[in-house]
C-alpha cells in the first residue's frame, strides 16, 4: 500500500496550487466551453463533415452515424529520426484495432520532429528549443478540426513530446494517450563511446574512429538508449498517466510493442465522453501529476531540460511553478538509478532490472507520489506498478519484480543509489541557474576560479585546442539564451571540459544557454536567467573576475562589488550569423518575445502569468 504523502511533496503542490488558483480556474472555464454533450462533429455544419470524412472509405458511415467515437492521431513521424521511424506504421494498426473497438481514428495532422543528434553543435540547433512550440501550434493546428473526440500522439524525442503535450492540454476536454517506438537494443556501450569521444577532443583519435563508435551506438531504428531528455519524456509521460503502462522502454519490432500500439487504441476509444469512463487530458494533467512527473525526473536523474520543458507543460494546463519546487523535491527524492550520463548502464539495463514498474512502486510506497490522479492511461496510477507481457498472443500485465534484477543499475527507496535527486538550483549576483549533480563527484560540486569569457562554444574549443586552458576557470559562455540565439545545447564542451578535469583542473561551465539532456560530470551551471541579451549580469563578467559555483551551498557568484558590476558596460555580441541561414530569420518574432527558461522559454505569451522565485539571498561557499 502507497506511504502517506510526504509533507514536502504536499507542502510543494500545495503552493502550486494557491499560486494557480486563478490560472487554473479561467483554463478548466476552457475545458468547460469546449465540452459538448455528443461527438465533437456533430456540430459541425453538413458541408463541415463532409469534408471531414470525404477520403474515410470504410469508415464514412461510422463517421456520419455519430455515434462512434474518433480518434485524432497526431504525427511526428519521419523517417530520417531512428526513434520515429517506426511510427510510420502505426495509424493503419491503430486504425484496425480502433474499427474493433467500435471506434474510428483518422490522421488529423503532423508535426515536425528535429533531431538534436543530428544538429547537436551545429547551427540547426539554434531552432531546437523554439520547434517545441511549432510542434504546439502544429498539434493545435491538427485539432482545430473539431472531428474528434479523443486523441493519439505519436512522439519520442526532445522537443517533440512536449510540444504535442502543450498542444494538446489547450484541447483540455479531450482524453489523450502517448505512443511511443521505445529505445533501440543496445549498441556500443557507452563508457566506451564516452571514452573514444574524449580521445577525439584531445586529438588522439581520428574521425573515422569517432564516426565507427557513434554508428556502433546509435545503430538501427528505435530510441537512443542513453537518459538524456527523449527517455526522460517517456518516464514523465507514465507518470503522468498518458501511456498504458510500461509503454516506454518497449523495443519496436517486437510483437508487445504493437500489442501496445493495438491497446492505445482500444483504451482512446474507452475514455471519451461517449462512454462511461471520460478522462479528459486537461482535468488529468493537474499539479499532482506534474510533481509526479517532477519527482521522477529527480529519481532517475533525468534531463534539465524539463526544468525548462516542464515549466512550460504546466502553463499550458493553467498551472505556475518554478525552479524551486523542483530543488525542493529533489531534496527528499532519493535518486533510484543508474542510467548514463549517470553511470554506464543504458535503459535497456533499466527496463531489464525491473524498469517504470519497479520504480511507480517504489515511489508510491516511499509516500513521493500522488497515487490518486486521474490517469488517462489506466484505472489508477497502481495500475504502472505492473508491467505488460504477452500470455500467448494476449497482452497482460503483472506485479513489477518484488526486488530489482541489477541493483547497480535500479535500487529501492530504502536503499538508493543517492538521497536526493541532485536538481540544485543556484543564485547569487550572476542570477538563477540549475545544476545536475547526479553525475557530478561531490569534490568536482564547488569551483572558485578566475572566469574565461567566451561568446560562443567554438570559440571554447578554439582556446583550448590552442593550449590556453590547461589551468583553473569557469568558462562563461553567454548570448546562448532563448532571445539571443533559440537557446541551443552546448553539449560538444562536455568532452573538451571533461578532459581538463580529468588532468586536475578545476573546472565548472556558466552558461544561459542550455547543456544535452545528458550532461555530466563537470559542473555547470545552465539555463542562467536573466539571459546576457535581458539584461542579465553575465554581460557584464570579465576575463579574470573570480566566479563561484557551488551545488552544495546553492551560490552562482562572481567576486566583484554590486555596484561596480551595475556600472560596467554590457558586453555587446553581433548575433547577425546565429539569426540568418537555415531558416532562422523565419524565428525572429519568436526570439523577440521568448519567456526566460524558468519561465519556459515559452514564444507563445498568455498562456500563464510567471511565477516569483524564492528571493535571492547570498551564501557564502
Known amino acids: ?23 487554473r480556474a479561467a483554463y478548466l472555464s476552457l475545458i468547460a466551453e469546449a465540452r459538448k454533450d455528443g461527438p465533437q462533429r456533430k456540430i459541425l455544419s453538413c458541408g463541415n463533415l463532409a469534408h471531414g470524412f470525404a477520403a ?11 455515434v462512434w467515437p474518433n480518434i485524432a492521431i497526431v504525427t511526428a513521424y519521419n523517417d530520417m529520426l531512428s526513434a520515429h521511424q517506426p511510427l510510420g506504421a502505426y495509424p493503419d494498426i491503430i486504425k484496425a484495432a480502433a474499427r474493433e473497438a467500435g471506434a474510428t481514428a483518422q490522421i488529423a495532422g503532423g508535426v515536425p520532429a528535429m533531431c538534436d543528434g543530428v544538429t547537436q553543435g551545429q547551427a540547426g540547433m539554434e531552432l531546437s528549443l523554439f520547434s517545441r512550440d511549432v510542434i504546439a501550434m502544429a498539434t493545435a493546428v491538427s485539432l482545430s478540426h473539431d472531428m474528434f473526440d479523443a486523441a493519439i ?39 566506451e563511446k564516452a571514452r573514444i569521444r574524449q580521445l577525439y577532443a584531445e586529438g588522439k583519435a581520428g574521425r573515422d574512429q569517432l564516426l565507427d563508435a557513434e554508428s556502433a ?8 538508449t542513453f537518459y538524456g531528455t527523449a527517455n526522460s519524456n517517456q518516464m514523465m509521460m507514465e507518470l503522468m498517466g498518458l501511456h498504458l503502462p510500461g509503454s516506454a522502454f518497449i523495443n519496436p519490432g517486437t510483437p508487445l510493442r504493437e500489442a501496445m500500439v493495438e491497446a492505445t487504441a482500444r483504451r482512446a476509444a474507452k475514455i471519451t465522453a461517449l462512454g462511461q469512463d471520460y478522462r479528459p487530458i486537461g482535468e488529468a494533467i493537474d499539479a499532482r501529476a506534474i510533481i509526479n512527473a517532477i519527482v521522477g525526473l529527480n529519481a532517475t536523474g533525468g534531463s534539465t531540460n524539463h526544468t525548462i520543458h516542464l515549466v512550460a507543460i504546466a502553463r499550458a494546463a493553467g498551472l505556475i511553478i518554478n525552479w524551486d519546487d523542483f530543488e525542493d523535491i529533489s531534496h527528499v527524492t532519493p535518486l533510484l538509478t543508474k542510467i548514463y550520463p549517470n553511470g554506464p548502464a543504458d535503459v535497456n539495463h533499466f527496463h531489464a532490472a525491473g524498469g517504470m514498474g519497479f520504480l511507480v512502486r517504489e515511489l508510491l510506497q516511499a509516500g513521493l507520489l500522488h497515487g490518486d490522479v486521474m490517469t488517462p492511461g489506466a484505472d489508477s496510477l497502481a495500475d504502472f506498478a505492473r508491467e505488460p507481457f504477452l500470455e500467448g498472443e494476449t497482452l497482460v500485465w503483472r506485479d513489477a519484480p518484488a526486488e530489482s534484477l541489477d541493483g547497480d543499475v535500479l535500487r529501492p527507496a530504502s536503499d538508493p543509489i543517492a538521497p536526493d535527486g ?22 568536482h560540486r564547488r569551483v572558485s576560479a578566475p572566469a574565461v569569457v567566451f561568446d560562443t562554444q567554438d570559440d571554447l574549443l578554439a582556446a583550448f585546442k590552442a593550449g590556453r586552458l590547461e589551468r583553473d576557470f569557469v568558462a562563461v559562455i ?22 581538463l578535469q580529468d588532468r586536475g583542473f578545476k573546472v565548472a561551465l556558466v552558461t544561459d544557454g542550455r547543456m544535452s539532456g545528458a550532461s555530466g560530470k563537470v559542473l555547470a551551471a545552465i539555463h542562467v536567467c536573466p539571459e546576457a541579451l535581458d539584461g542579465g549580469p553575465i554581460a557584464r563578467v570579465r576575463d579574470g573576475d573570480v566566479i563561484t559555483v557551488c551545488a552544495d551551498t546553492g551560490v552562482l557568484s562572481v567576486d566583484v562589488q554590486p555596484d561596480e558590476l551595475a556600472a560596467r ?5 553581433d548575433l547577425t550569423a546565429s539569426h540568418r541561414g537555415l531558416g532562422r530569420e523565419l524565428f525572429a518574432g519568436f526570439r523577440q518575445i521568448a519567456s526566460s527558461a524558468e519561465e519556459g522559454a515559452l514564444s507563445i505569451p498568455g498562456l500563464c502569468e510567471p511565477a516569483s522565485p524564492r528571493p535571492v539571498t547570498e551564501t557564502v561557499a
Open 422 to 443: 541532485g536538481l540544485r538550483v543556484v543564485a547569487g549576483t550572476l542570477g538563477r541557474a540549475v545544476v545536475k549533480v547526479s553525475a557530478v563527484k561531490p569534490e
Open 569 to 573: 558596460a554590457a558586453a555587446i555580441c
Open 478 to 499: 553567454r548570448f546562448q539564451g532563448p532571445k539571443a540565439n533559440g537557446m541551443p545545447e552546448l553539449h560538444k564542451l562536455t568532452p573538451t571540459l571533461g578532459v
Open 217 to 224: 551506438s546509435y545503430h538501427s531504428p528505435g530510441t537512443c
Open 153 to 191: 500522439c505519436l512522439g519520442v524525442c526532445d522537443k517533440i513530446v512536449p510540444g504535442l503535450l502543450i498542444g494538446a492540454l489547450r484541447f483540455g476536454h479531450l482524453p489523450v494517450l502517448f505512443l511511443p517506438a521505445g529505445p533501440m537494443r543496445s549498441g556500443l556501450p557507452n563508457t
Open 1 to 23: 500500500m502507497p506511504a502517506p504523502l510526504h509533507p514536502v511533496i504536499e507542502e510543494v503542490t500545495a503552493r502550486i496550487e494557491a499560486r494557480s488558483r486563478s490560472t
Open 56 to 66: 474515410s472509405g470504410e469508415d464514412k458511415e461510422k463517421l456520419k452515424s455519430l
